[in-house]
């Protein structure tokens, strides 16, 4: 073989293919990339659209009730279990989807997968902008997770196995950016459908039609990944694929051998792939899966992302200056995500995870402090505006590290370290727990807030600071590795390597 050897020695592992980044690698990744718009709109249109008075009006009426109150306290003010039922509900559906679909990439291939997330997710738009009761909101929202439970899955993947090694950190980050996207997308469009008189909440959900139509577009214009054909047998379209996206300077037949050999060592272990997981081997990829989307959604951006409209009105902003609010906020989460796309595969992974959970502790624990300090613990103070703008400041430099750690790097992390025969059944776990803690803390949230007032964020901050450590510890740095070599950088771990062997591989 030409160029296509790796060697496990003291450094990374390294593979010479040649070539570099095409015009057709970058139309082909961000075309991927763009499922992260389904999910990023949704993310911001749901506190949006709940902080609205005719939605509220319509569905939830207890909430005004409260919110008319003469003294109330702010914590409260949005604690009703079937309101957050209404936001929680997606991402049950969306776990249920995302382990379904493991298997069914398998069989299917990753691009089949990706428009059918598409499909779920443009009829979910559907219902929920005709709903005329709870009901109707509810199985709307769960064909949106459906669609967000298969594209989360396989968009990633995708990514990481069609990205250049050298640069598969920025190219897989382009989920989370495209995911900011659509959710500075949802914020705007919050900000002026709120100004529409009764129906403002039918245009907000009804337009997640549009970036359904964009992942359905584009999904149908891109290849499937050359190990998805090849793990279904079509060597030749995987061959053509590969070609496509590497250009003709690549040593194409020896990544594709590369890629066939990693496949046919997995084939041997073909079925049982989530019973395959849990052995030894795999000990470190399993507790990945598990704890890095596990970890996101404990650093509490997920609930500052769904009810920053709802968290601005408890600091003292009115309800437009709320969403407003939340408009700066998704902007700010945009360009952080500009940020990682050009500084992970130069810094790595690991110094981007230390800086970002530095400064989002910092600033919960501010925000705590001030909250704290000016809305008390009954609730019922009133925040002067100065420091209603520093909660809004502190929350846009908490969304920034977010942005640039935590939030693409999950995405990152799960879609690059798993080895082919446990990677659909990987990153399924992963997609998951991501889901599915997001449906605990969703659901939970404001009661959580109603209970703990200001510690929340103490709450929060506490979180950041153990998975802080647990990147020191347990995550190697894989900056620049190929997916196939991935297993060297955990056999040489002080920790891990007492559960993960690598061979070499031989050199003709």
Request: with cysteine; hydrophobic share 55%; proline share 4%.
């Amino acid at each position: 073989m030409a160029g296509g050897a790796f060697a496990v020695g003291d450094g990374a592992p390294s593979v010479h293919y040649g070539g570099g980044i095409t015009f057709s690698v970058v139309v082909t990744c961000l075309m991927a990339a763009s499922g992260g718009l389904i999910f990023g709109y949704d993310i911001g249109i749901s506190g949006g659209v709940t902080a609205m008075e005719s939605f509220l009006e319509e569905f939830f009426p207890g909430v005004l009730r409260r919110m008319a109150a003469a003294r109330r306290d702010q914590y409260c003010v949005y604690n009703s279990h079937v309101l957050t039922a209404f936001t929680s509900c997606l991402y049950l559906a969306g776990l249920v989807a995302s382990l379904a679909a493991g298997r069914v990439t398998r069989a299917v291939g990753r691009q089949a997968v990706m428009l059918a997330g598409g499909a779920f997710f443009l009829a979910g738009a559907a219902m929920n902008a005709a709903a005329v009761n709870i009901a109707m909101l509810i199985v709307g929202r769960m064909l949106l997770g459906f669609g967000i439970g298969f594209t989360n899955q396989a968009a990633p993947v995708y990514l990481a196995e069609t990205a250049p090694a050298k640069w598969r950190g920025a190219f897989t980050t382009g989920f989370q950016l495209f995911l900011g996207i659509g959710n500075l997308a949802a914020n705007l469009t919050n900000y002026g459908a709120a100004r529409i008189p009764r129906w403002g909440w039918r245009l907000s959900l009804g337009l997640a039609a549009v970036p359904a139509c964009v992942i359905l577009v584009g999904a149908l214009l891109i290849p499937d990944t050359p190990s998805s054909l090849i793990v279904r047998g079509h060597v030749e379209q995987a061959r053509a694929a590969l070609r496509r996206v590497r250009g003709p300077k690549s040593d194409v037949d020896a990544e594709l051998e590369d890629v066939a050999r990693a496949v046919d060592a997995a084939r041997v272990h073909e079925q049982g792939a989530f019973r395959r997981i849990l052995r030894r081997e795999h000990r470190p990829h399993l507790v990945m899966a598990v704890a890095v989307p596990l970890f996101q959604q404990l650093t509490g951006v997920i609930v500052i992302a769904f009810f920053s409209p709802v968290l601005f009105q408890t600091a003292g902003f009115g309800s437009n200056a709320a969403l407003m609010g939340a408009v700066i906020l998704g902007a700010v989460n945009l360009g952080s995500a500009l940020v990682s796309v050009a500084t992970v595969d130069r810094y790595g992974r690991r110094p981007l995870f230390l800086a970002g959970g530095l400064v989002m502790i910092m600033c919960q624990v501010a925000v705590a402090w001030i909250m704290g300090s000016q809305i008390g613990r009954d609730g019922e103070s009133t925040m002067a505006r100065k420091y209603s703008v520093a909660v809004l400041a502190l929350t846009c430099v908490f969304s920034a590290s977010f942005g640039w750690s935590w939030g693409p790097l999950t995405w990152v992390i799960p879609g690059e370290i798993f080895p082919v025969e446990v990677r659909s059944a990987g990153q399924g776990i992963s997609v998951a727990v991501n889901l599915g803690a997001t449906f605990v803390l969703t659901q939970t949230f404001l009661s959580m807030l109603c209970s703990f007032k200001y510690a929340a964020f103490i709450y929060y901050a506490a979180w950041v600071a153990v998975m802080t450590a647990f990147v020191v510890a347990f995550l190697p740095e894989t900056k620049g590795v190929p997916l196939e070599a991935m297993g060297a950088v955990w056999a040489r771990h002080w920790y891990w390597g007492r559960f993960v062997q690598v061979q070499q591989q031989p050199k003709n």
